[in-house]
């Protein structure tokens, strides 16, 4: 080709294109952030990096912060009890003041989980180039933007800045065709996904979502998948944005003012026919059942109507050994039903699966039955917005009624740095998005499923195929 003006690009390529403020062969390349979010767990050392050095936030308006992985979800009214929490949530609280950040303070009607505030406010946009100081920063990419997750010495970085250094990646599609069957949701597609390529599989690639399975998906539940790119070792996940993208974000309070104008640029970003991925996978919708991990990744996963795996018969001698080990820690023995593990403990949260959407189709599961009297059940609203929602649509009393604990929003049980924690030896169903060891704390045994699949499993005490669900109306 004479000209590379013509070129077919993938929408990664326009949108880092677009970003490049300087590049050079084998080096990393500068690119230009359009926003910047913040909590209180990575930005500390990042602001006070700028203090000592005298310098400022660049860009201030197009930075904004929240705290949500340490703050309690019961009894706000009272100081947070743990000293070390305490002191992040006072630390962002004092440095967003004294660097004039936007804060979605808690109390504020707007905080929650960094990942769902964002789109919920409208500030996520397609075509913008997104960084946090946190690894499901991918979530974002679900609007067609690219979305990276970044260290602390990077987050200041980017505050001095308004600008972060990347090697340039790989682009990986992963095409999923025909629809999703009855039952399975957006939460199974990323798992099955994850279980095909393993957790090692988008190592070094921005993956890009494509096909009809994908363009069927709400927003919410594009960020779902998204927001799990980072647990296949991918630096980002992207879906092009497209009508269900665009009424997602009008009306929303920081979205662009001339929004039929945003409208026309964000219709140039897809991906042009021809575009080149380095690597391309298909998939077939109709293939993925309901899915429920059993080891210690997310690529540790089977369908419901599956047995634990025998680790024998499980790739080559380093897999083998290692789906023994994961097998140990969640004390379960191979070939057992996946269906006959019983639950003391089920968690309805995080970034991942605390959207309105999850939170309805796991009430509409949960409507007229009550949880087992072995499991002790929470939902953890993913913001603010979400907990208010769900209150004016009644499905705090339909979990309520069921004996589900009904919460403020933030991280909770996703990952132990606040009072929701599991015990040694308890077993799980969470619709978070890592089931490493000790990561919903120490000696906790987490299954990562649906929230659908969650509420199910709530309510028998075991994991049941959704599908088979009888939904009293
Ligand atoms: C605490 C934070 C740095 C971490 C992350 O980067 O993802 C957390 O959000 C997580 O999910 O493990
Ligand atoms: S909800 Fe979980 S995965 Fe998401 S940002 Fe919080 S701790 Fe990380």
Request: a negative charge; one cysteine or more.
């Amino acid at each position: 080709m004479s000209s590379n003006v013509a070129a077919p690009r993938t929408m990664f390529q326009k949108i880092w294109d677009e970003h490049v403020v300087h590049s050079e062969p084998n080096k990393q390349s500068i690119i230009y952030i359009d926003l910047q979010l913040v909590h209180e767990v990575t930005s500390p050392q990042a602001f006070e990096g700028l203090r000592l050095a005298g310098r400022k936030v660049r860009r201030p308006e197009r930075t904004i912060a929240t705290p949500d992985h340490n703050v309690p979800t019961s009894n706000r009214n009272l100081p947070i009890a743990d000293p070390i929490a305490r002191q992040q949530v006072d630390t962002l609280r004092n440095n967003c003041r004294e660097f004039g950040v936007k804060l979605y303070d808690l109390g504020d009607s707007h905080q929650g989980i960094v990942h769902i505030i964002g789109p919920e406010l409208g500030y996520t946009q397609p075509g913008m180039t997104i960084v946090c100081g946190d690894s499901h920063t991918a979530t974002h990419g679900a609007f067609g933007a690219l979305a990276f997750g970044m260290g602390t010495s990077e987050v200041e970085h980017v505050l001095a800045t308004q600008t972060l250094l990347q090697y340039y990646p790989k682009t990986y599609e992963l095409r999923v065709g025909g629809q999703l069957s009855e039952g399975v949701t957006a939460k199974d597609l990323i798992l099955y996904l994850i279980g095909q390529i393993s957790m090692h599989g988008g190592t070094g690639y921005v993956l890009e979502y494509t096909g009809s399975a994908i363009r069927s998906l709400s927003m919410e539940e594009r960020m779902t998948v998204c927001n799990m790119s980072i647990e296949a070792g991918a630096r980002a996940g992207m879906i092009a944005p497209d009508e269900t993208t665009f009424d997602y974000l009008r009306g929303r309070p920081h979205a662009p003012q001339d929004f039929e104008a945003a409208v026309q640029r964000w219709k140039s970003l897809p991906s042009d026919p021809g575009a080149h991925y380095d690597k391309v996978s298909k998939f077939d919708g109709a293939d993925i059942e309901p899915q429920v991990t059993w080891g210690t990744n997310p690529g540790q996963v089977s369908s419901i109507s599956a047995a634990v795996p025998n680790p024998a018969d499980c790739g080559d001698e380093t897999e083998q050994k290692s789906t023994a080990a994961s097998l140990e820690y969640m004390g379960l023995k191979a070939g057992t039903p996946l269906s006959e593990i019983d639950l003391n403990r089920v968690f309805i949260g995080s970034c991942t699966n605390a959207r309105i959407e999850d939170l309805r189709a796991a009430a509409k599961v949960a409507k007229g039955y009550r949880v087992s009297s072995k499991v002790n059940a929470m939902v953890v609203p993913g913001s603010s917005q979400v907990k208010l929602q769900a209150e004016q649509e009644g499905l705090d009393k339909i979990f309520s009624e069921a004996g589900f604990d009904w919460r403020e929003a933030g991280c909770s049980m996703c990952l132990a740095m606040n009072p929701d924690r599991l015990e040694p030896g308890e077993r799980c169903a969470s619709t978070s998005n890592r089931n490493f060891e000790g990561r919903q704390g120490k000696g906790g045994r987490t299954h990562l499923v649906s929230p659908a699949m969650a509420a199910a499993a709530a309510i028998k005490g075991h994991f049941n195929d959704i599908r088979q669900w009888d939904y009293k109306a």
